[in-house]
């Protein structure tokens, strides 16, 4: 089995940009990326099963785990290393992850097991047949379950809410403030981010 | 072992008004408020340790099972119920809930379990011991942990994508639009709303 965390080394989580500068944004970036090879380490003890993370880059990165530098768009270069299965793919941006929900993802049963983002991302999977490929366009859950009922494929779904949410909006951060343990979570503790209590629900801010 | 599901029945889901009317607002709370229901009569079929739900509203309301009116502000009407252990609560809104979701929320052990919403609120929790009362002001999540940690309760958490959205929100709708299975999903493709794709996340719509 092969476990890919994909990883956009230049100009990464532009989406955050009206709260975070250039530089921030690489900062919290490889804060979260430290803290899902945290917890991908704490799953594995107790889960030999589960195998070692490669960084699928960008560029190159000064991490403490191999990485494989692919230059190509996220979508091409997922798609090369789905033609051997098993493979798992891990986004780096799962702030909240635990070992926990990532031992589900594991030990669902399925030739395609999902952990479906907010806004129909594709957060996590595990494809066991390699019949299975990626398409990160538009509403990316709802076309891998497509592309999986095409191939014949059974589906597991892995219905997590640490892995429902992927870092990528200014009201993400605010998931993250509340239930991150890792760096990124102190990091945004550290860079002046605040919960502000509203009418419904609370949110993160800054002066 | 007692269950409510507590429902606003005059004015409901007020922060919905910039996309559906009152007299829409009322239909779709009511839509899933059923599907709530349905979702916990499967749940139980297979888990008789699953008590059957009781509808906690703030008027007469005509539904298929028992209703208790208490016409009392939310967290009153619940502190009410919570003086008798153990006592669950869940919301009315949780169109996206399975009975698979439902089931862990009871098979978790703690004296309190709880399923987290996403800005920070409640969705849906088991109180095992009598010394456990809801604040449903600010970040209720927090602050019911802070009142296990005061009062000396273990805490079990359901982390759960299907659990933490609660349909309050315009931007709630795309989940229930993406996810939801039952009756509350029907009436939102009937009332016209399509899926949109945007730069990042899709979102639904009507014209």
New interface residues.
């Given amino acids: 089995m092969q476990l890919f965390v994909p990883f956009a080394g230049q100009r990464p989580k532009t989406?955050l940009s009206e709260v975070l500068t250039a530089e921030e944004r690489q900062e919290f970036s490889r804060a979260m990326l430290a803290d899902v090879l945290e917890v991908l380490e704490r799953a594995r003890s107790g889960n030999p099963d589960i195998p070692a993370p490669t960084v699928l880059s960008t560029a190159p990165l000064d991490v403490d785990v191999p990485v494989v530098v692919d230059e190509r768009p996220l979508q091409e270069a997922v798609n090369a290393r789905l033609e051997t299965a098993p493979t798992a793919v891990v986004m780096a941006d799962l702030a909240l992850a635990?070992p926990?929900?990532l031992v589900r993802l594991f030990s669902t049963p399925g030739d395609l097991v999902i952990a479906?983002?907010?806004?129909?991302?594709t957060n996590a999977f595990l494809a066991r047949d390699s019949a299975f490929h990626v398409d990160y366009?538009?509403?990316s859950?709802?076309d891998h379950l497509a592309i999986a009922r095409e191939e014949g494929l059974s589906v597991g779904e892995v219905?997590?809410?640490?892995?429902?949410v992927d870092v990528?909006?200014p009201g993400d951060l605010?998931?993250l403030f509340?239930?991150g343990e890792g760096a990124s979570r102190d990091w945004l503790g550290d860079a002046g981010f605040e919960?502000e209590?509203t009418?419904?629900?609370?949110?993160v801010s800054r002066e």
């Fill in positions: 989406r635990t926990e929900a479906a983002g907010l806004g129909g991302g366009h538009g509403a859950y709802l219905d997590s809410h640490r892995l429902a990528d909006e605010t998931e509340l239930h919960l209590t009418d419904g629900r609370v949110e």
